[in-house]
């Protein structure tokens, strides 16, 4: 497996300083400070291929700075990156021509109409002329934009903008695509249709990183999330082990029928967690890592202390709640 | 796709913009045309004194039609204003193409922008003084005037460095406007496009005298004057100067734009 990957992103090119990667994207120590703000202190990122990693983290946390580097358009202060092994500050041309980024503020030619953007933007990534026109019309229509295909871009309503953004990078299907805080001023219809998109792109064998302070946004599409805060990567796994990594993380509640005895809370209470008792004695809220090893544990115990358990009831805790335990901030109230 | 191939894409689209502001367009060639027509013809009649065996008209539209290539070419600074002000500069970025070649690609632009305005007028003024000039033009005159159109490009690719230049210094549009017009003002003033070389000789100092002789756009209108209005050779020595000035403008002018696109790289603004 590991040298099928070597394989695949190692394309020796006398022209290309590429070197063997086993990611996707890859930033060791990497920094950019404008003037005395730093925006990315000493970050180590990496992205594995063919998934998506959402990067979350308030305004002002280096998210668009790193996306930022990695297209190409900025260049470190120090540190490096890598881009399907290409370096970005030493082979930006190679980098772009596998790189696509759905940019935060929708960019456009101002005269010019969203099919016409597209023609170009697919003429400069090779898009099969043959294909091509066919290609634009699907995105389009499935981005719902077919009906503003006479309108120039500076027509197009916020959400259509964005829409045309996501659009370029569909049509292009790089090996490497980036969007930024991808559904911004796009209606929840148009979220929904915009992450779909994402995904079936992730399953077209692309490498996706989305750049985003919306917590419903990163639970739908990441594969894995890396949380940012000041210039920093904070933590980085999946969603399920980001939520279990909370102490306490998982809440249970359970209704018995009868008051429970002080033999079986203290059997709870040795099951780890912190468990609490209602006043009355008949109800139990518990605060644990992992709700699905212990909810078993603790209906075994009940059965055997005779207990009858009436409901019982799991919640977890959000994104939000894991961004408030690793940074101790909560990132709603992020500037 | 070669780079080469993504450069004369991106030149095109750029280009396209010029025929898109269709407003512009309208203002550019509306002055340019009422200084041909009115000015030139009405005061061809009112100054019968020859320059150099030219009638007031030829004298005079070579001038216009040099400060109408001058006007087209600093629409590439206006275009490079707003693509950097609405981020379409950071869009051209993130594409398979080198940073000189996106300086290329925009320098190229502002020329066939010049040379296709510039172009226009020429036929403009050959096709009124076919009808309406005292005097009719050499068709040798014409076979010139083909021939000057890469050294007019190469002119009109000077001036869009300079636009490209003062484009990207400028923090507001307007300011923008404001250098292009002080450009002019201060190349045309000192030039030979509007009065005879000995005229600027007999009022100006020395030295001044000589930068209008050496100015690209005095070049171009002599140039335009003696053979596409004239009929005689085109002079070589002439041809080289122009070439060497304009080249001279177009690399000053490409250098400054990517040190702006570098400076974008490093501190995320112009």
Redesign the interface.
């Known amino acids: 497996m590991t040298i099928a990957l070597v394989q695949h992103f190692y394309r020796p090119s006398p022209r290309t300083n590429v070197s063997p990667s086993l990611f996707a994207v890859e930033t060791l120590s990497l920094s950019k400070r ?1 003037g005395k703000t730093d925006a990315l202190r000493g970050l180590n990122f990496t992205v594995n291929e063919g998934e998506i990693m959402v990067i979350l983290g308030p305004n002002g946390s280096g998210k668009t ?1 790193l996306l ?1 580097i990695l ?5 470190p202060t120090s540190g490096t990156a890598k881009v399907v092994g290409i370096d970005v500050v030493e082979d930006g ?2 980098v ?2 596998v ?3 759905a ?1 935060q ?1 929708a ?6 109409k969203p099919s016409s953007i597209l023609r ?1 933007h697919a ?4 898009i099969d002329p043959a294909k091509r026109q066919d290609l634009i019309e699907r995105t389009m229509k499935d981005l719902e934009l077919w009906e503003s295909r006479d309108k120039l871009f500076m027509h197009l309503s916020g959400g259509q903008a964005k829409r045309l953004e996501t659009a370029k990078v569909l049509i292009q299907r790089p090996k490497l695509a980036i969007f930024d805080e991808p559904t911004s001023q796009v209606d929840l219809r148009g979220k929904r249709k915009i992450w779909d998109k994402i995904r079936e792109l992730r399953d077209q064998g692309s490498t996706i990183i989305v750049a985003t302070n919306e917590v419903r946004e990163a639970e739908y599409l990441a594969d894995r999330v890396t949380i940012l805060h000041q210039g920093q990567r904070v933590v980085c796994d999946t969603i399920p082990k980001l939520k279990d990594a909370i102490a306490g993380g998982d809440i249970v509640e359970v209704d018995f029928e009868d008051p429970v005895s002080e033999k079986l809370v203290d059997s709870l209470n040795g099951l780890g967690g912190e468990v609490s008792m209602s006043p009355e004695g008949n109800q139990l809220r518990a605060k644990v890592s992992r709700a699905e090893d212990w909810v078993p544990k603790m209906t075994s115990a009940s059965y055997v202390a005779g207990a009858k358990i009436a409901s019982i009831r799991i919640t977890e805790p959000s994104l939000d709640d894991v961004f408030l335990h690793f940074t101790g901030k909560a990132l709603a109230d992020q500037p | 796709m070669s780079h080469l191939s993504r450069l004369v894409r991106i030149a095109r689209t750029d280009f396209s913009y010029f025929f898109r502001t269709k407003w512009l367009m309208a203002v550019l060639i509306s002055l340019s045309l009422s200084d041909m027509l009115v000015v030139g013809l009405v005061y061809g009649r009112l100054i019968p004194t020859r320059f150099a065996g030219l009638t007031y008209f030829q004298f005079l539209v070579p001038g216009i039609v040099v400060v109408g290539l001058f006007s087209a070419a600093t629409d590439t600074g206006r275009r490079i204003w707003l693509a950097l002000r609405e981020g379409v500069v950071q869009y051209y970025l993130t594409l398979p193409i080198r940073t000189r070649g996106l300086v290329g690609a925009y320098i190229i632009s502002g020329g066939l922008g010049g040379i296709v305005y510039s172009g226009a007028l020429l036929a403009i003024a050959y096709v009124a003084l076919s009808f309406l000039g005292p005097t009719a033009i050499p068709v040798q005159g014409i076979a010139y005037a083909l021939l000057l159109i890469p050294f007019l490009f190469v002119l009109a690719t000077g001036i869009a460095g300079l636009a490209a230049f003062f484009a990207s210094v400028s923090r507001r549009g307007e300011i923008y406007w404001v250098y292009a017009q002080a450009l002019q003002v201060s190349m045309i003033t000192i030039s030979t496009v509007f009065y005879p070389a000995q005229t600027i000789a007999q009022y100006l100092p020395a030295p001044v005298a000589t930068i209008a002789e050496y100015n690209p756009l005095s070049l171009a209108a002599g140039v335009l004057r003696t053979s596409a209005f004239g009929g005689n050779p085109l002079d070589a020595g002439v041809l080289a100067n122009l070439l060497a000035t304009s080249l001279l403008l177009a690399v000053l002018g490409a250098l400054a734009y990517w040190t702006i696109l570098r400076n974008i790289r490093l501190n995320g603004k112009p």
């Open positions: 404008y700075t930022m297209c190409t358009i900025l260049k041309t190679k772009r021509e790189m696509g980024i940019f503020e960019r456009g030619f101002w005269r010019h170009f003429s400069m990534f090779d």
